[in-house]
């Protein structure tokens, strides 16, 4: 059979990282192929090759045989192949027909002065919504649609060019089970009719109920690939994690957990209570969530994006309201939502985003790292930059910060020092308790490690309280105990370090023991 | 085995901060080039005026200029302040014209246009100060709060205020205003306008607080990232609207210097003289960005100078009245061009 898409040999670069090496791909008419693999494996770069969205550096992608169409023919490109996105990509203000149809409406009369054929082209939208037993109202605007349905509008879109070949990337992340299971539903009816699928999903258990091949990408490689009925889960997380020897203890070495001599001056952190968190934020779900940090302890939270555990972090930290449930630190409520309480509570953050929440890019180091504490170092309000340089450079020296003096802007310092005065900001006010969301993300190795002993060290010597929510299992190397989220839940957890490495994984993926 | 690491690390560390400290120190030198790009245009003009008329480097021509562009000034500080929180007000142009017209009515008598009410002047001032804070929190609750846009939200508010101000006193322009009230825009310290140094102060004042205390730090750092100033615990709500209230009371400020000159209060004062395009444009030409988080206030006063002066050489030379506007509009544009050019890629945004 030939394959309504064939990739070989594909070759990606992006400056100093490889992210696609050699991957060889078929997609066959009829069959769902799942595709997974660890954040950072190469899933998203494939996906934006396949789609004609950047070009390989070497390699070819071919449709049905024949050469793909040139990088810019995006009509051509989309008559072959349909990508439906993590993020939905509809036109809110525009009616479904209308998406449907967008950019190719059928016209009345002939060349450039065509009028839209309407009533075609709803009448249309509707033959097509019927024909799949899909059932959305072709006249209702998209901005008044559910995600679901939003994503039978995308497939519709697909199909009404002529497509047989579709890309799902992530397509549950933002579903409810129930919707979850229309939508495999329509992926097999799909299927069955000779449409070819790339199905790429985190949740391994959707991967074994849907798919009828399975392919796992590991640092850019395509390590396996196989029909569903010859693996097991169990080769699928081995794939994903690597080999053997690397699935081991989660490194890098950990440092010496038990007894940990605390803080010599005895004061104790106060304990942190989260009861009955709910919350619905953009592609996640936190369904009353419940969990206790005691003084001084050192908790993970991880979990797959979208499993609510970044979520939960930022409403302990103040930076996001919950719908319904409270944060209590040292049993005084926290206003929920208001960062300024939490912080003058004794709540340090360190944002996911550095570069949306964690530093101000036009102002000098100094300042950002005393913006937490403004307040204490001001004299009658006023405070000179001198003062800000003296409180921030011990914090710079701690943490290696590299700037031309501590004004300069941090728009002009590197990635990894930015993080760095991101960290020394929420260390500036001395918190009780830490929060912190992925705080090594998009370091240097060498930086990596130093945040992560940095924060075991603060931790140990003032004896404040960790929460890291992080999917990087490295960073959970200093907690004390990880809890693992899955779908916005606590699904399970881990009370004694060194974690497995293997077994966290499983557990991100709703597998394994509860 | 360790220590050789450390020794390396803290070379390679040693060496990139070298690196970038030079870097830096260009940087810095530009940024200074920047805050004094208006510098060499001024001169350029001043030469140009002096050139074309005897009359303009005399003391009482430039104090003349002072005079005329103080009460500008001091509206351009309110605006300034907002801008660089990343707002914008474009309602500071009618609290200029409303908040001096309700205090006048208030206060002469009716024969002149009032009220009847004949207030003490004193207490007229104060209710110009009250209706600028009202006014300001209004914009800022509707911005903030509500979350509406504050281009609309201020356009909205602009005419409003300017139909009040038409209609307390169905179109007419109160005058005779008493001593206290006309004080500030008309008196004389020697040789210098008292809203000279009126402006001159607020001028000195505002960058100093912006400079150095924590709540002008607070609206740098908000406007040039909310999110961050947010996570970093600032009241970011509460600064926002207190700088709206700020630049209110400021164009209130304003509005009576310039009803204190010309001793009345037009109905057309403000937003019928359409004055907040010179604010915008002083503002901008003096590098204070729309987009927030980035101007200072000496580019703010050399923005608002330079207006001035070119309006001074347009009155000097007897400009053609009705192509007045026209020349106006092109100063404004040629300077916007010239501090792009000199201040390069971050200026004139």
């Not at chain 2, 937003?271 to 000496?298: D, H, K, P, T, W």
């Amino acid at each position: 059979m030939i394959p309504a898409v064939s990739a070989a040999g594909i070759h990606k670069r992006f400056g100093s990282t490889h992210a696609l090496r050699g991957v060889e791909l078929n997609l066959l008419p009829g069959r769902c192929l799942g595709l997974v693999g660890r954040n950072g494996a190469g899933k998203s770069t494939l996906v934006s090759i396949l789609s004609g969205i950047v070009p390989p550096d070497a390699g070819a992608v071919r449709f049905d045989g024949q050469p793909a169409p040139s990088l810019g023919d995006v009509a051509a490109w989309r008559a072959r192949i349909a990508t439906v996105f993590q993020h939905s990509m509809v036109v809110p203000g525009l009616t479904v027909a209308e998406n449907v149809f967008l950019g190719r409406q059928p016209r009345r009369g002939p060349g450039p002065l065509g009028l839209v054929d309407w009533r075609r082209m709803r009448a249309q939208a509707r033959t097509i919504m019927a024909d799949w037993g899909f059932d959305v109202a072709a006249d209702t605007p998209c901005g008044s649609l559910t995600v679901e349905q939003r994503q039978v509008v995308e497939i519709t879109r697909a199909l009404a060019a002529g497509t047989r070949c579709l890309l799902l990337d992530e397509p549950t992340a933002a579903l409810e089970r129930g919707g979850v299971r229309r939508l495999f539903d329509r992926v097999r009816q799909l299927r069955e009719a000779g449409v070819a699928i790339l199905y790429i999903s985190h949740h391994l258990e959707e991967v074994f109920e849907i798919c009828t091949d399975v392919a796992v990408l590991r640092d850019g490689e395509l390590v396996l690939a196989a029909p569903m009925t010859e693996v097991g889960k169990e080769d699928l997380v081995t794939a994903m994690v690597g080999s053997p020897e690397r699935a081991g203890p989660a490194a890098p070495a950990p440092p010496p957990a038990p007894s940990r001599p605390r803080d010599p001056g005895g004061t104790q952190a106060p304990d942190l209570v989260v009861s009955s968190v709910t919350a619905a934020t953009a592609g996640t779900l936190l369904s009353g969530v419940s969990l206790t940090v005691r003084g001084g302890e050192r908790v993970g939270l991880t979990g797959l994006r979208g499993s609510g555990a970044t979520t939960l972090a930022r409403i302990v930290a103040g930076a996001a309201a919950p719908d319904a449930g409270e944060v209590r630190l040292d049993d005084r409520l926290i206003r929920p939502g208001d960062r300024a309480a939490a912080l003058r509570a004794g709540i340090g953050y360190i944002p996911e985003d550095r570069q949306a929440e964690g530093f101000v890019p036009l102002l000098g180091a100094a300042e950002n790292i005393t913006m937490t504490i403004t307040e204490r170092i001001s004299r009658a309000g006023l405070v000179g930059p001198k003062r800000r340089e003296q409180r921030a450079a011990p914090l710079a020296r701690r943490l290696s910060l590299v700037s031309a003096g501590l004004g300069q802007p941090v728009r002009e310092l590197s990635g990894g020092n930015q993080q760095k005065v991101t960290v020394a900001r929420a260390l500036a006010s001395d918190p009780a308790l830490i929060v912190a969301i992925t705080p090594t993300r998009g370091v240097d190795v060498a930086s990596k490690e130093l945040l992560l002993a940095e924060l075991d060290r603060i931790t140990r010597q003032t004896g404040a309280s960790l929460l890291l929510a992080s999917d990087e299992l490295d960073d959970l190397v200093i907690c004390d105990r990880v809890l693992v989220l899955v779908r916005g839940e606590i699904f399970t957890e881990f009370t004694e370090p060194p974690f497995d490495r293997e077994a966290l994984i499983a557990a991100t993926e709703g597998l394994g023991v509860r | 085995m360790s220590e050789i690491k450390d020794n390396l690390a803290a070379l390679t560390a040693d060496v990139e901060s070298a690196l970038t400290r030079r870097r830096s120190r260009s940087a810095a030198a530009i940024s200074w080039l920047r805050e004094a790009a208006l510098l060499p245009v001024l001169v350029v003009l001043i030469v140009v005026g002096a050139v074309l008329n005897s009359h303009f480097l005399t003391v009482s021509n430039l104090t003349g200029i002072g005079q005329q562009i103080s009460a500008l000034g001091v509206v351009v500080v309110g605006e300034s302040l907002i801008l660089l929180i990343g707002g914008m007000d474009l309602s500071l142009e009618a609290t200029y014209g409303l908040a001096p017209m309700v205090a006048a009515w208030l206060i002469v008598p009716a024969a002149s246009f009032g009220a009847g009410t004949m207030l003490n002047p004193y207490l007229g001032i104060l209710i110009l100060l009250a209706v600028g804070v009202a006014v300001g929190f209004a914009n800022g609750l509707l911005i903030v709060k509500g979350r509406l846009n504050g281009f609309i939200v201020t356009l909205g508010m602009t005419i409003l205020l300017a139909g009040i101000q038409d209609g307390i006193v169905k179109g007419q322009s109160p005058f005779g205003l008493p001593g206290p009230f006309g004080y500030l825009g008309s008196a004389d310290v020697g040789a210098i306008p008292v809203s000279l140094i009126v402006a001159a102060l607020i001028f000195v004042v505002a960058g100093l607080f912006l400079r150095y205390h924590r709540l002008g730090r607070a609206i740098y750092a908000i406007g040039g990232n909310r999110e961050a100033a947010r996570a970093a615990g600032i009241k970011v709500n509460r600064v926002r609207i207190g700088v709206y209230v700020a630049g209110s009371v400021l164009a209130a400020i304003g509005g009576l210097m310039e009803a204190g000159r010309v001793s009345s209060v037009a109905s057309t004062q403000g937003y019928g003289e359409g004055i907040i395009f010179a604010v915008f444009a002083a503002a901008v030409i003096g590098g204070v960005s729309l987009q927030g988080g980035r101007g200072n206030m000496v580019g703010a006063a050399s923005g608002v100078i330079l207006l001035g002066v070119v309006q001074n050489i347009l009155d000097l030379e007897n400009a053609p009245n009705y192509w007045i506007d026209a020349i106006d509009g092109a100063v404004i544009l040629v300077a916007l061009i010239l501090a792009r050019v000199i201040g390069g890629e971050a200026s004139a945004e």
